[in-house]
């Protein structure tokens, strides 16, 4: 009744206040407006519109769990902003989840991490800090963050493994956004100390799929070859690869790390991190990766051409997922050229709309 009359105040001082009060009388009363399900756990996902967040949506789609026992609520920017503690707040307020996937973060390329640090380091800290302090707060049962490969040391041996996090200092360009991540790791482990809080974090290799930033400038490895691939079919022009193509990486398919990502929520009991890659022998050159994405869209291979003026960048970043394997022996992970395929057939189909 109170939250009823309350509402029904902040509409009168809107409209009073003309169409602008209007408008920010009805997004104060929908923020307030508390959600309502019979499922048994309401899972809260940030940075849920994203590449991870779409993978998850998609997995949960079919699964039987999910469909049962779960009501799934994907946040936007649209919902709020979580460098806001009110907002922040009111989102948990309003959903009451018994348990959080925090994908949301301040990203960005190359560039905006070296020229922007302290904002990289400030605004993920914020964010984290305001989502893990309501996790506390509103009682969540358990909160799974989402780390980076690029959090481990610079300077370090392969493969890298998740005792190795805190080893030495990430590397200089994106040291802001890797110590923020880095502090998600540190008060996992102080949160279940001091509170008793279940709260964990995975730390993914090279992600790709539908849904990606296609961004040739900002995107990573396999969106961006997709999106140059689409515009050298278009232009029929060549399409060029900077560097040799010889570095190795792991990437895992974005539906693929969904699945293991609710598995996570689920099943592991662990505040120390868990890398989610496929293994060490599933490593595949830039090169091969170039070919498949050429052979997926359709463009003769003799047209990818190697710009082996430009720099090739660190050889392997060779992740070991030893610790996954002891959990889930057996699960298999789509194969690469099968990944690739799905995400050029969906970026070509969705070129008006996607992210790029």
């Known amino acids: 009744w109170e939250e009823e009359m309350s509402s029904r105040t902040q509409l ?60 799934w609520v994907f946040l936007s920017s649209k919902d709020g902003d979580l460098k806001s503690r009110a907002d922040t707040e009111a989102i948990f307020r309003k959903y009451r989840p018994t348990h959080v996937i925090h994908l949301a973060a301040k990203v960005g390329g190359l560039f905006a991490n070296q020229k922007f640090k302290v904002e990289f380091y400030r605004d993920n800290i914020i964010i984290n800090d305001n989502v893990m302090e309501c996790c506390r707060i509103f009682g969540v049962k358990k909160l799974v963050s989402c780390l980076s490969t690029c959090i481990f040391p610079d300077k370090t041996t392969y493969p890298i493994d998740e005792t190795m996090v805190h080893n030495g200092p990430p590397h200089k360009s994106n040291e802001g956004y890797a110590y923020a991540k880095r502090m998600i790791d540190v008060l996992n482990r102080c949160y279940a100390d001091e509170y008793g809080c279940n709260m964990t974090s995975i730390i993914p290799t090279n992600i790709y799929g539908p849904h990606d930033n296609f961004n040739i400038q900002n995107g990573h490895v396999i969106p961006g070859l997709i999106h140059k691939a689409y515009n050298a079919k278009q232009s029929g022009e060549n399409l060029h690869i900077w560097g040799s193509g010889t570095p190795l990486r792991q990437f895992i398919f974005s539906e693929d790390l969904a699945a293991l990502t609710v598995w996570t929520l689920r099943e592991y009991q662990d505040p120390e991190p868990i890398i989610l890659s496929v293994g060490e022998e599933d490593e595949v050159s830039i090169k091969d990766v170039a070919l498949m994405v050429a052979e997926a869209a359709g463009l003769p291979l003799e047209r990818v051409v190697f710009d082996t003026d430009k720099s090739d960048g660190q050889f392997k970043k060779t992740a070991c997922n030893d610790k996954l394997r002891k959990f889930r022996p057996d699960y298999k992970f789509k194969p690469i050229k099968e990944g690739i395929k799905e995400s050029v057939d969906w970026f070509f189909a969705n070129y008006e709309t996607a992210r790029k």
């Open 12 to 71: 009168a001082l809107g409209i009073a206040a003309g169409a602008a009060g209007i408008a920010v009388a009805l997004g104060l009363i929908s923020r307030r407006r508390k959600f309502r399900t019979n499922k048994e756990r309401v899972v809260l996902v940030t940075g849920g519109s994203g590449l991870v967040g779409q993978g998850i949506r998609t997995f949960i789609s079919t699964d039987t769990e999910a469909s049962a026992n779960e009501e």
